[in-house]
């Protein structure tokens, strides 16, 4: 049994859900999110709330998909209501990034700058090397940011590169003078 997949979904007022076939779309205030889901898991839908139900009991790879449906439903739900966001903190001697139109032009040492083009459904600000990644499709919002911080990934002597906001780097002592 899941314990996630057990979990009711409760539809928070002003929030619309529609299943058609195997796609399910959600519509808030935010936005709009669909996204299908075949397999053998039933969505159903009564009054203001989703419950998931497997059609079969005891296979393990289906317990594991239905938490895994269970969590994209919620993560939908939060993002059309609320949605994420995501912190990102430049640091380093002449690192810069900044925002221009639908691409976010970064300078992070290398010999050319670097452009990184802003999918359509993310809004993304940045000042002062802080960069902040938002949108209402939660696993857009987490690929983004992590694709950017791969692009210069924090290193542990001087603290230079790409860190999320609430993350601490271990920094190391680097070498002794004899």
Do not use: C
Request: cysteine-free; proline content about 4%.
């Amino acid at each position: 049994m899941s314990r996630i997949g057990k979990q009711i979904i409760t539809i928070p007022t002003g929030t619309e859900v529609k299943l058609s076939g195997a796609n399910l779309s959600v519509k808030g205030p935010k936005g709009t999110l669909s996204r299908d889901f075949p397999g053998d898991i039933t969505i159903n839908i009564e009054d203001n709330t989703i419950k998931l139900t497997p059609n079969k009991t005891g296979n393990r790879d289906l317990n594991a998909l239905w938490g895994t449906y269970a969590s994209h439903i919620k993560n939908m739900v939060i993002g059309v209501n609320e949605g994420y966001t995501k912190k990102l903190i430049l640091e380093g001697v002449g690192f810069k990034s900044e925002v221009s139109g639908q691409n976010l032009n970064l300078a992070l040492g290398f010999s050319h700058p670097v452009k990184v083009v802003i999918p359509t459904l993310l809004t993304v600000t940045a000042d002062k090397n802080n960069i902040t990644i938002t949108g209402i499709d939660k696993e857009l919002v987490g690929q983004f940011s992590a694709s950017l911080r791969a692009m210069k990934k924090p290193e542990p002597y001087k603290g230079k590169g790409f860190r999320y906001f609430d993350e601490v780097i271990r920094r190391k002592q680097g070498k002794k003078a004899a």
